[in-house]
């Protein structure tokens, strides 16, 4: 049955962006909206990228995988235009690494190619630091807004994706001391923990 009403839907709120990956054929360049990265525990489940929704989640109880993702709002320069950007758990890794000095990734520059040619081919970032001025860059919304409404999440999802950012931030936390003989630098601790 078709849904009648005399008015549009309410457009007042954010509106939903389209979440690209990277191509095979061509890089993705394109300036980050976000301030931080945002991702989650995700499955491949009923044909595409769905939010693990541990303890209480269908596919995790069907045995499906999880995958870390993580997500940014970029604005593409060529195509003037808006999307969000998935990036894969090593992907993300070595953007959190290239992004440890910057106090924030909002007008960085970002490269996003793949190592060969093939669909599932290794993820590569380049990135360079902010030469915009804040003030100057369109607003992004909230990825969790963003992301609640792609996944057509209710709104108290919106909780509990503020409690996997933190699992998140420890966990990326760990890996720079790892990867720093458990030595972290007073800046990349802060900046981690923002
Ligand atoms: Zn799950």
Redesign the pocket.
């Known amino acids: 049955m078709p849904q009648w009403s005399s008015s549009p839907p309410d457009r007042s709120g954010p509106r939903p962006l389209p979440i690209i990956r990277t191509p095979i054929a061509k890089p993705i360049v394109a300036t980050i909206l976000s301030d931080a990265m945002m991702g989650c525990?995700t499955?491949f489940?009923g044909g595409r990228t769905t939010?693990?929704?541990?303890p209480d989640?269908?596919?995790?109880?069907a045995g499906?995988p999880?995958r870390w993702h993580g997500y940014l709002v970029i604005f593409s320069e060529q195509q003037r235009t808006s999307a969000i950007l998935e990036i894969p758990d090593a992907a993300a890794e070595q953007l959190t690494l290239l992004a440890y000095s910057l106090p924030t990734l909002r007008g960085a520059k970002i490269k996003v190619t793949r190592s060969k040619a093939t669909r599932n081919a290794r993820v590569l970032i380049e990135l360079q630091a902010p030469t915009i001025e804040q003030k100057n860059l369109p607003r992004a919304a909230d990825l969790q807004t963003l992301l609640a409404l792609i996944w057509k999440l209710p709104t108290t999802a919106l909780v509990a994706a503020t409690d996997a950012q933190k699992a998140i931030t420890l966990r990326i936390d760990e890996e720079i001391m790892r990867k720093r003989n458990g030595k972290p630098l007073p800046s990349d601790v802060e900046h981690v923990q923002r």
Not at 51 to 54: G, L, R, T, Y
Not at 57 to 61: L, T, V
């Open positions: 525990p499955h489940w939010p693990c929704e541990a989640c269908e596919a995790c109880n499906s999880t």
